[in-house]
């Protein structure tokens, strides 16, 4: 017979086995992507119904606020939305949110000034990413036609820095208040790219977006892009819920043999 204590016991040895197998409360998984001196924190979410068909994978980039090395800062925002039952009952989806380095930038551009980096040499961070990246699409659960990346603030300026250097990795992409190079607009091109902004961002310049949208459309690759009338900065969450994002996203996927 278990005494009280000994019962007391004995749950709390359940639930701390169950957590270990489970992963987190959000579903998420801490992991490291670690390369020789690379390593990158990163939390990945796996639906917990298994899937006999290769699943689309969503890169989440955070803001600058979410820098560190805690490795759960950076799955606060829009995270959770993208992993919640709702979504995932009808989108269902691997979702990894890496965390960029507390001294380091996803892009390089100069904040505040919101101006690029001449030589465009590739962030610390952001070559972590793309090597971990490279290792995902190795899995055999990803659908490497449906990679999409999502990033807000700094990470909308990262979502547009990591499609100009592998844009043959990605089906689509959503940047939301951040802003790209406008010298490597060709490469942007080869993305399906919808684009969010504040009209009253007082961080990035809606004009950060607004050049991008208007040299594409110059180019005959209009993107799609809303902006917020009554926007600020934190637009992330109204954004990622807008009324046919999620279809428009995965319905995107790269043609075979690209």
Known sequence: ???NRSLIQYCVLLLFLSGCFAGSRD???NQSFNENQYRLPY??????????KRLPLIVFL???????NDNVKQSVHVVPYLTSDSVQAVFPSIVVAP??????????VKRFEWTFDEKG???????????MLRDFRKNESVDTNRIYVIGLSMGGFGTFDMIQRKPEWIAAA??????GDATKIEKYMNVPLWIFHGAKDDVVPPAQSQKIVDLLTSAGHPPRYT???EGNHGIWEQSVRYPGLLEWLFAQKIKEGN
């Open 27 to 29: 579903g998420m998984r």
């Open 1 to 3: 017979m278990y005494n």
């Open 99 to 108: 965390q960029c380095a507390e001294n380091d930038y996803w892009a390089p």
């Open 227 to 229: 902006e917020f009338p």
């Open 62 to 68: 955070h803001g600058a606020g979410e820098r560190g």
């Open 174 to 179: 959503v940047p939301i208040c951040g802003g």
């Open 121 to 131: 040499e590739i962030k610390p961070s952001m070559a972590k990413l793309l090597r």
């Open 43 to 52: 939390r990945v979410y796996f639906p917990l119904k298994k899937s006999t």
